[in-house]
C-alpha cells in the first residue's frame, strides 16, 4: 500500500485510520495482559513455577540494588555528575 495519504481513496484511509486505533489499542490490552498474567502467577505459583521462580530473582535482586547504600551513594554520584552540580 501506498505511504503517501493523498493517493488513498475516502474507504482506504478510513481502513488505515481504524488499523491505527486498532492497533494503539492492541498495545494497551496486552501490556494489561500480561500484567494480570504475571499478577496471577505472582499470586498462585503453581500456575507457572518457573515464571514464578524467575520473578522473585528479579525482586530479590532489585530490593538488594535498591536498599544497598552503595548503591544509592552511586547512583547519586553519578547523576550529580550528569547534572554538572
Not at 10 to 29: E, F, K, L, N
Not at 50 to 62: E, F, I, K, Q, S
Request: hydrophobic share 40%.
Amino acid at each position: 500500500m501506498f505511504d503517501r495519504t493523498e493517493y488513498l481513496t475516502p474507504r482506504q484511509a478510513r481502513c488505515r485510520q481504524r488499523a491505527q486505533s486498532a492497533r494503539g489499542w492492541a498495545r494497551v490490552v496486552n501490556l494489561a495482559l500480561v500484567g494480570c498474567c504475571l499478577g496471577a502467577i505472582w499470586q498462585e505459583p503453581e500456575i507457572a513455577p518457573p515464571v514464578h521462580a524467575g520473578m522473585t530473582l528479579v525482586v530479590n535482586n532489585v530490593a538488594r540494588l535498591v536498599l544497598d547504600p552503595e548503591t544509592q551513594r552511586a547512583a547519586t554520584n553519578k547523576g550529580e555528575a550528569a547534572s554538572g552540580v
